[in-house]
């Protein structure tokens, strides 16, 4: 999964790129992006490597992209840098409210410039349709009928309005696949504070929109991060500080792009994985190898949470907690799989 930090010049994006990654933004990657991986606390993940005490461990990760600054003074700019995030899973605006920002203004300032890089590539397309369809080629039909399907996103966003809600058919499925458009996306809020206080106020007025907040001083939780363990919960108490937020953007992050974890544990390996909710066993075994997914013939699937609570898969199944399940069953967050595949 990957994720698209964005936001304009100034706001903290790439502190809180470091907060949840760990790295350092480099500046010479400022009108490039850069890359991060951060990997998702999970409590029974920790509970599965403690009781196998395995040689391997894989805890779930989320990809980050920092991109580059978006521009206040020179808006026709920012639809070329919003273009390296077209393949983000969604996208999480930061906003610098530490430094005076209008959070709200903000928000439509930035889905302003996302409905103008909308609006660039789907013009871009109608205009080449209107010349192939105007030439005596065999799939003109097939081209005015692609023409005819774009026309309502068109009307859309040219109407200032985001494609996000929007119930497209399956022509306009097909016609829009290779755009990644970005106002579909699912998006998040960080209003980077100065201290641990914000305005309630501003919250409610961005959430009115439709959209997740999360309000939180990203640099001062960066300097508890970089503390001694030791050190870092005395900080936080004295600072105001509660759960950190980078645990908190984390969970807001699953719950918007609608991620479950599931998991394949033994005493060689505890893995855990990541994939869509309401996704099935043969889903899931695609999420760890094709192969698997081709050769599927039946999984094994058992909660996590059972699994500790017996405190062997023998007592488990004991108990009669495990399934045997076949391709079309929906996995549920929490659970163990185990995959017999004929490849």
Not at 103 to 116: G, Q, R, T
Not at 246 to 263: G, P, S
Not at 302 to 331: C, F, P, T, Y
Request: aromatic content about 6%; charged content about 30%; glycine content about 8%.
């Amino acid at each position: 999964m990957k994720i698209g930090l964005v936001g304009y010049q100034g706001g903290g994006k790439s502190v809180l790129f470091e907060l949840l990654t760990g790295t350092k933004a480099d500046p010479a990657r400022s009108h490039q992006g850069q890359s991060g991986i951060a990997v998702v606390p999970d409590e029974r993940f920790d509970r599965l490597v403690a009781h196998y005490k395995p040689k391997k461990i894989v805890p779930a990760r989320i990809e980050l992209f920092d991109t580059p600054g978006l521009s206040r003074e020179h808006p026709e700019q920012n639809a070329s840098r919003l273009g390296v995030i077209r393949e983000a899973n969604a996208l999480v605006q930061v906003i610098g409210v530490y430094a005076g920002v209008d959070a709200k203004a903000e928000v439509e300032a930035f889905e302003a410039d996302l409905i103008l890089a909308d609006l660039a590539v789907v013009t871009n397309r109608l205009e080449r349709l209107k010349k192939d369809v105007a030439k005596p080629r065999p799939d003109r039909e097939e081209l005015r009928a692609e023409a005819d399907c774009l026309q309502p996103i068109f009307a859309k966003l040219e109407g200032g309005e985001p494609l996000f809600g929007m119930e497209f058919t399956e022509a306009q499925e097909k016609a829009t696949k290779s755009f990644s458009l970005l106002t579909i996306k699912r998006r998040l809020v960080v209003l980077n504070t100065a201290d641990s206080a914000f305005d309630p106020a501003v919250v409610a007025a961005i959430e009115a929109k439709g959209l997740r907040v999360l309000a939180a001083p990203v640099g001062l939780e960066l300097e508890v991060a970089q503390l001694a363990e030791e050190d870092r919960e005395l900080f936080a108490q004295e600072m105001g500080l509660g759960e950190p937020a980078r645990t908190r953007l984390l969970r807001m992050i699953f719950e918007v792009t609608d991620q479950i974890t599931f998991y394949t544990s033994g005493e060689k390996e505890v893995h855990a994985w990541l994939m869509k909710r309401d996704g099935t066993a043969v889903d899931a075994a695609d999420a760890i190898h094709s192969d698997l997914a081709r050769g599927f013939v039946r999984a094994e699937v058992w909660q996590v949470d059972d699994l500790l609570r017996l405190g062997s898969e023998r007592e488990l199944k004991a108990a009669g907690l495990n399934q045997l399940v076949g391709k079309e069953h929906i996995m549920k967050d929490g659970d163990e799989i185990f995959i017999r595949s004929g490849v």
